[in-house]
T-cell receptor, first 111, second 118 residues
Framework: EDQVTQSPEALRLQEGESSSLNCSYTVSGLRGLFWYRQDPGKGPEFLFTLYSAGEEKEKERLKATLTKKESFLHITAPKPEDSATYLCAVQPSYNTDKLIFGTGTRLQVFP | DAGVTQSPTHLIKTRGQQVTLRCSPKSGHDTVSWYQQALGQGPQFIFQYYEEEERQRGNFPDRFSGHQFPNYSSELNVNALLLGDSALYLC?????????????????FGPGTRLLVL
């Protein structure tokens, strides 16, 4: 069964304290892996799409990487405004119409 | 450039009632997907509409139905509401796949409709 597991469930960081979020997946053929940011009560905001192992994408303090079994979202020198839930989703190659989401990592960055 | 819009923002219903949620896709997008997100969970795929037809459906009962209009906007209907239907309902839009070109998969989400069933 296709599955996405994110860890940790929650993460508390001091401002400037770098860390990584993990997304491990099991899917029958991966077409793409997506990272979204979600603020409380809002819809997910698109961050990155990764297609193949070894691929990396960067945006400001965020960097996403992909291997054959997992993806990491690295946060460098985070700021309080980076506080949000980060969602990982996979798109299976046999059905590119849907995204399969993990339950997210709730990140809190304190000044 | 307007993003994905949804209405209403919040809704309160009682068990057994019916509800209709609306979505307008991002400019240039013609494919609309609906997701249900329970509190503390990731979004779950309900179904996707393209060319006014339901293209794919997730593991949701027939009480959940939808429609897409010629202008690509979409509606989600839920009949015989249950307490467990309380959730954030998200609409996502994407461009259609281009024949002979790269597949455009990225789905862009709207702000959601918060449904509470009492």
């Amino acid at each position: 069964e296709d599955q996405v597991t994110q860890s940790p469930e929650a993460l508390r960081l001091q401002e400037g304290e770098s860390s990584s979020l993990n997304c491990s997946y099991t899917v029958s053929g991966l077409r793409g892996l997506f990272w979204y940011r979600q603020d409380p009560g809002k819809g997910p905001e698109f961050l990155f799409t990764l297609y193949s192992a070894g691929e990396e994408k960067e945006k400001e303090r965020l960097k996403a990487t992909l291997t054959k079994k997992e993806s990491f979202l690295h946060i460098t020198a985070p700021k309080p405004e980076d506080s949000a839930t980060y969602l990982c989703a996979v798109q299976p190659s046999y059905n590119t119409d849907k995204l399969i989401f993990g339950t997210g990592t709730r990140l809190q960055v304190f000044p | 450039d307007a993003g994905v819009t949804q209405s209403p923002t919040h809704l309160i219903k009682t068990r057994g009632q019916q509800v209709t949620l609306r979505c307008s896709p991002k400019s240039g997008h013609d494919t609309v997907s609906w997701y249900q997100q329970a509190l503390g969970q990731g979004p779950q795929f309900i179904f996707q509409y393209y060319e006014e037809e339901e293209r794919q459906r997730g593991n949701f009962p027939d009480r959940f139905s939808g429609h897409q209009f010629p202008n690509y906007s979409s509606e989600l209907n839920v009949n015989a509401l249950l307490l467990g239907d309380s959730a954030l309902y998200l609409c996502a839009s994407s461009p259609s796949r281009l024949a002979g070109g790269p597949i455009q998969e990225t789905q862009y989400f709207g702000p959601g409709t918060r449904l509470l069933v009492l």
